[in-house]
């Protein structure tokens, strides 16, 4: 198997809302953005599925040893081999994909955050840059990087992104011994951490705990608009997968908030086919 397809079938398999937006994508483009995607799902990865911390911890120090090998073109993961010949063109930089390698990391070291600005310092890691590499493949070249107002869209929006995630996953979570919502804000609205741990029906909802997820979907939403308010009019047209990526986050951030925040007992999820649908219907419109 080359790093190529050993990177489209990360991708592929990994049935992300991310992988429908990649499909519209001019070739070159796609590579790239598809072998960076499995890099960040390679770290992501050792994060989740390794049950010893200090066993992920020892596989993150390895990537990092590899990420700089890799910039030094000695590149041996395959992930690294299919990203490192579009590093050039788009302006992808090692403190880039150690940036994402920190995130993850933190998820080693910290299971809470006091305050919002704490959590926005991980989301930062986790998202934000991962939203600014993006943006630079999608709509970068070799002598025209992207200009700061697009710069800051893309990071405001992955910060979007993940505070999705974060609303969506609360009880998965909370099950892996992670709370992402801010202390500060769980005593605001007197929900206990232990609350969403609970097992049996009702589990831990509550009027307590709705208005705390009322309050995280406004701030998610704000973000969006936040977002879209920055980037501007004459990158519209480049930046469409990563307005694909807004239409289906922000369409299942709509679809928890209608369904009242059943997040602590399952994971709420759009079908592939609806995924592609919202994608297509953007790129429609974007055109």
């Not at 090998?69 to 590149?75: K, L, V």
């Not at 994402?100 to 006091?114: A, F, N, P, S």
């Not at 097992?199 to 309050?215: I, K, N």
């Amino acid at each position: 198997m080359t790093p190529q397809q050993y990177v489209q079938e990360r991708a592929a398999r990994s049935g992300s809302s991310f992988y429908y937006a990649f499909l519209f994508l001019p070739p070159p483009r796609r590579a790239a953005i598809t072998a960076f995607y499995a890099f960040c799902r390679e770290i992501d990865d050792v994060v989740d599925e390794v049950a010893e911390a200090s066993v992920a911890a020892t596989k993150l120090a390895w990537w990092r040893k590899e990420v700089a090998e890799a910039f030094s073109g000695r590149a041996q993961h395959p992930a690294l081999k299919a990203l490192m010949p579009h590093v050039a063109d788009y302006g992808l930089r090692e403190d880039q994909l150690q940036a994402v390698i920190d995130g993850c990391e933190m998820d080693l070291t910290q299971t809470r955050y006091l305050d919002e600005a704490a959590l926005r310092r991980y989301c930062h890691l986790v998202a934000g840059v991962v939203g600014e590499v993006a943006a630079s493949i999608f709509g970068s070249a070799p002598v025209r990087p992207i200009n700061e107002a697009t710069r800051a869209y893309a990071h405001t929006l992955g910060l979007a992104f993940q505070l999705t995630n974060i609303i969506r996953d609360v009880g998965d979570d909370a099950r892996r011994g992670r709370v992402y919502l801010p202390v500060s804000e769980l005593q605001r609205f007197d929900v206990k951490a232990h609350e969403l741990l609970q097992r049996e029906a009702p589990w831990g909802y509550s009027e307590r705990f709705t208005a705390l997820m009322r309050f995280q979907a406004a701030r998610a939403h704000g973000l969006y608009d936040e977002a879209m308010a920055l980037l501007p009019a004459e990158e519209r047209r480049a930046q469409r997968p990563g307005l694909m990526m807004a239409e289906i986050y922000r369409t299942l951030l709509c679809e928890i908030e209608a369904d009242g925040f059943q997040v602590l007992h399952q994971r709420v999820s759009l079908t592939p086919l609806r995924k592609f649908w919202l994608a297509w219907k953007t790129n429609w419109r974007e055109r």
